[in-house]
Structure formats: structure tokens, C-alpha cells
């Protein structure tokens, strides 16, 4: 089982500041995908952003962005410009061609005004 | 185009008692997903469905947890008879992994329903 690894179990940024998130992964295969997901209060899973490990260009919307070492198997996010509606927990998961999404155990970011 | 649709949002009910939960995926899409979220367990993959056949089920707890998926536009989880420690928040999510869309591989996710078992 591919396994996922949040080691932050909260941050805390102040509102137009800069957060980073890791999230590190376990696998053996080359082929794989990557995203991050938010889930603020309303608890609605909201796709932030996803990467192909086969690119390696790092992927960007908007304010967010990662940063992915495939070596060593870290996908990292930053979030610039931090808003008030960024408050939410933040769940990086990693995903085979399987289809199945495995979720690391999550950040929760507050954004303070 | 609405997102995936799950009903009811809220379910509260009785230990033993029968819940079914219900699922509309994004038109066009072809796989269909069910998780569970919990504090101890955080999201764990249940089940999942391919143009309406489960394809692995290997992440349902028990026999009594059941899905089905009759047509490409429903599916429901089942749980009979319910338990406390069955308590979570549920999520369908579908995805698009034919067509060669932007998006594909991408699982979009509902709201949730929040079930809590007495």
C-alpha cells in the first residue's frame, strides 16, 4: 500500500503571508499522480491542485503552487497571498493508475486576520 | 454543471437500524467512488465502481456495508444494521478517466453525508 505523509498537524499564516505544506510519499512505481485537496469547515472536498509525476514542471493555480521532487518523493504547496477563505484542512493524496486515492492524515492552516 | 450530489446530508439514527445513502455522479463520468472520513482513520477508500460495476471493494468494513450502482447516474451505500463506530462523514466522489478531458484522473467529490449512529 502506497502511504502518505502529512508532518504538519497544523500551520498558522497571517492573511497576504506565505504558508508551505508538506507532504512526503512512499512508492516504488514511476507512474503516479498527485494532488491536493482543501476541506475548509463546510467539510466539501475541493480539488486545489494535482500534478502528473511524469512532468516535471511543477503545477500552478492561481496563488497555489507545488513544489515536487520526484527523487525524493516530496510534494510540497505553497500558498502566497494567504485570504481569510484559505482556512481549511488540506489533504495531500497520492494516486496509482488504479484509481485509488490514498490520503495523508492532513494540515489544518488557519489564516489569521 | 452541478457537481456530484449526495443525499441526505445529515443522517441520525438508531443502532441496528438500516441507513442508505445515495449518490448522482457528474454526467459522463465513469468511475464512481464511496469514502468514509473519520478522526481515528481519517479518508479511507470503501468502494469503487467502473461504468456501474465495482471494481474493488476491498476497503468495505463489514458484510454489513453494501453498494450498488444500477445505472451510470445513482449509486448507493447501505448499511445494515448501523453501529456507533459507523459514525462518519461519507463521500462520493466520480471521475472522468475516458476522453482524454484536462481533467481526467481528477476525482471531484460531494458534499458529504454525516451519519451518526446512536
Known amino acids: 500500500a502506497q502511504t502518505v505523509t502529512q508532518s504538519q498537524p497544523e500551520m498558522s499564516v497571517q492573511e497576504a503571508e506565505t504558508v508551505t505544506l508538506s507532504c512526503t510519499y512512499d512508492t516504488s512505481e514511476n507512474n503516479y499522480y498527485l494532488f491536493w485537496y482543501k476541506q475548509p469547515p463546510s467539510r466539501q472536498m475541493i480539488l486545489v491542485i494535482r500534478q502528473e509525476a511524469y512532468k516535471q514542471q511543477n503545477a500552478t493555480e492561481n496563488r497555489f503552487s507545488v513544489n515536487f521532487q520526484k527523487a525524493a518523493k516530496s510534494f510540497s504547496l505553497k500558498i502566497s497571498d494567504s485570504q481569510l477563505g484559505d482556512t481549511a484542512m488540506y489533504f495531500c493524496a497520492f494516486m496509482l493508475n488504479d484509481y485509488k486515492l490514498s490520503f495523508g492524515a492532513g494540515t489544518t492552516v488557519t489564516v489569521r486576520a | 454543471d452541478a457537481g456530484v450530489i449526495q443525499s441526505p446530508r445529515h443522517e441520525v439514527t438508531e443502532m441496528g437500524q438500516e441507513v442508505t445513502l445515495r449518490c448522482k455522479p457528474i454526467s459522463g463520468h465513469d468511475y464512481l467512488f464511496w469514502y468514509r472520513q473519520t478522526m481515528m482513520r481519517g479518508l479511507e477508500l470503501l468502494i469503487y465502481?467502473?461504468?456501474?460495476?465495482?471494481?474493488?471493494d476491498s476497503g468495505m468494513p463489514e458484510d454489513r456495508f453494501s453498494a450498488k450502482m444500477p445505472n451510470a447516474s445513482f449509486s448507493t451505500l447501505k448499511i445494515q444494521p448501523s453501529e456507533p463506530r459507523d459514525s462518519a462523514v461519507y463521500f462520493c466522489?466520480?471521475?472522468?478517466?475516458?476522453?482524454?478531458?484536462?481533467?481526467?484522473?481528477?476525482?471531484?467529490f460531494g458534499p458529504g453525508t454525516r451519519l451518526t449512529v446512536l
Open positions: 465502481f467502473n461504468n456501474n460495476v465495482p471494481i474493488d
Open positions: 466522489a466520480s471521475s472522468q478517466t475516458s476522453g482524454g478531458a484536462a481533467s481526467t484522473d481528477t476525482q471531484y
